[in-house]
């Protein structure tokens, strides 16, 4: 299997052709796929198909008695009409075969309605070889095509469906791009199978990669004979977002190890002077600045919430706010925030391997900084809105992306953890921690009460209950549980194992001196 390097994390690429995007199937498929079938012309094209032993026609005309009959031509290429005798039909188009009966009916008979139809389709035996899932012969209805076989057995990973291969059964080759079927619907490329043919699916030997602004990315079967402007349709054709100007083609020099770019609008590389080389890799980029969104999004307590345009680099969060219709009375100014998206994502070695060091063989200062690194909000930036809207003060200038969250006004402060009533308390300027504590009922019985924490509204941080300076609306008072205690049974268990070994010891030690008397 051939293996490429990605173009890059912007360039998707495959290193084999995908068939998953192929496997849809545009045709109108004539297959007949029951014996049964009464009158069955209407899926077959009169002028491509062609009649043969084991055909059977539907044969009907008035004149003193009205016949019907079914006739089918025999192996020998002859069908047998009543009073009429034998006449030679394979080898005729159905259009071709239909207007000889009626001319043999017309020269016996008087009547003038005569109805001839294909009421049965012969089967014939076929051969596939190569890069198929379903290898060697097959007896299949005379009317089927190429696609119609090939897609329902399926290819391998590696199989080349832009150069297969049919042989008659008389020496005749001839070579069938199928994708060209499959994406552009030409019928030419999805011929009629006959009694004999035998298809060949090869490995794909060349390629090239097409990756950006088309409609299907990807690597593909390379053939000699095909221009850029073939290749471009055969993938779809050109996104609205592609940039037509600048075309890089990045191929290997003669020596096949030196890698050169080649940069051409696509007027010069429709040019049909310009050749394709196997390993090319064509990136189709996306034009400057297309439909760039600058938007940003204000959710929460202002009149009006949802998406905003801005002018980037110019736009102010008082502007925007006004245009939003302003703050609801319920605003909390000082508990609303902004997160920005984007920056640099840089990974932290250290908050890395601490994270698979077990609990326990952690020192304090590691779990205090897993704690934090934990409790980080991305993103976030801190801005004082009572600065901005109040003093006028400290204006941010926005950019696309940017999200804004006004927040509630909170006159309470939140306990969760081992309190007996954990919830909501009415905020008391002068209550401290432990005020809010018998509020809540006191501590539970499974309390670390020297473990309470407070979790600042406004910013996320966590600060030990003694460290604690001021208490505000919105804040959360945590009380830890403490850790499990042993259950009875484990130490019981345990001790007696211990004492087990003990014992083991003993004795034979015990057993050591005796025998040493």
């Known amino acids: 299997m051939l293996f490429l390097s990605l173009f890059s994390t912007v360039i998707k690429s495959q ?7 192929r496997a849809f199937i545009i045709t109108d498929s004539s297959t007949q796929k029951n014996d049964d079938l009464a009158v069955i012309e209407g899926g077959v094209d009169e002028n491509l198909y062609f009649v043969g032993p084991g055909d059977l026609f539907k044969i009907s005309l008035d004149d003193i008695e009205t016949l019907v009959f079914d006739a089918k031509i025999n192996p020998d290429g002859f069908l047998l009409l009543p009073k009429i005798g034998l006449i030679k039909l ?9 207007e000889f009966i009626r001319s043999e009916f017309a020269r016996k008979y008087k009547s003038r309605n ?3 139809a294909l009421s049965g389709i012969r089967k014939i035996k076929i051969s596939i070889y190569g890069e198929v899932l379903k290898k060697g012969s097959k007896v299949v209805f005379a009317n089927s095509r190429l696609n119609d076989i090939l897609m329902d057995g399926g290819f391998t990973p590696v199989a080349n469906i832009r150069n297969i291969k049919i042989i008659s059964k008389n020496g005749d080759t001839k070579f069938i791009d199928l994708l060209s079927f499959i994406r552009l619907a030409d019928k030419s490329q999805n011929p009629l199978l006959e009694e004999g043919d035998y298809i060949m699916v090869d490995k794909i030997d060349k390629i090239i990669t097409l990756g950006g602004m088309v409609k299907y990315p990807g690597v593909y079967e390379f053939r000699e004979d095909e221009t850029f402007s073939e290749l471009i349709k055969i993938a779809g054709g050109f996104l609205d977002a592609a940039f037509l100007d600048t075309i890089e083609i990045i191929r290997f020099e003669e020596d096949n190890k030196t890698q050169k ?30 439909l760039q969104e600058n938007i940003v999004n204000i959710d929460g307590f202002v009149r009006y919430p949802g998406p905003y345009k801005i002018v980037e680099g110019v736009t102010k969060l008082s502007e925007l706010i006004a245009e939003a219709g302003g703050f609801l009375p319920k605003a909390s100014l000082k508990n609303s925030y ?19 060091i077990p609990r326990k063989d952690m020192t304090d200062d590691e779990y205090d900084y897993l704690k934090s690194k934990s409790r980080q909000r991305r993103g976030r930036i801190v801005i004082d809105f009572e600065k901005v809207f109040k003093d006028k003060t400290d204006d941010l200038v926005l950019r696309k992306n940017d999200q804004i969250f006004v927040t509630e006004k909170k006159d309470y402060i939140i306990i969760i953890g081992q309190a007996v009533f954990p919830g909501n308390l009415e905020f008391h300027a002068d209550y401290s921690i432990r005020d809010y504590i018998r509020m809540a009922g006191g501590f539970a019985w499974r309390a670390e009460e020297g473990k309470v924490r407070v979790i ?8 030990e209950e003694d460290d604690v300076v001021l208490l505000e609306p919105g804040d959360t008072i945590w009380i830890p549980e403490q850790p499990q205690p042993p259950k009875f049974w484990e130490i019981f268990k345990d001790s007696l194992t211990i004492i087990g070994q003990l014992a083991t010891v003993i004795a034979a ?3 050591v001196i005796i025998s040493t008397r």
């Open 456 to 463: 600042k509204g406004r910013t996320g941080q966590w600060i």
């Open 90 to 98: 394979s080898g005729l188009s159905l259009k071709d075969a239909k």
């Open 338 to 356: 902004i997160v920005r998206a984007g920056g640099e994502v840089t990974v932290d070695a250290e908050f890395e391997r601490i994270k698979l």
């Open 509 to 511: 030690t015990v057993a």
């Open 261 to 290: 770019s080649v940069r051409e609008s696509v007027t010069e590389l429709s040019n049909k002077t310009f050749k394709l080389k196997n390993r090319d890799r064509i990136i189709v980029r996306t034009k400057a600045l297309y």
């Open 15 to 21: 290193d084999m052709p995908s068939y998953a995007d």
């Open 114 to 116: 005569i109805f001839v």
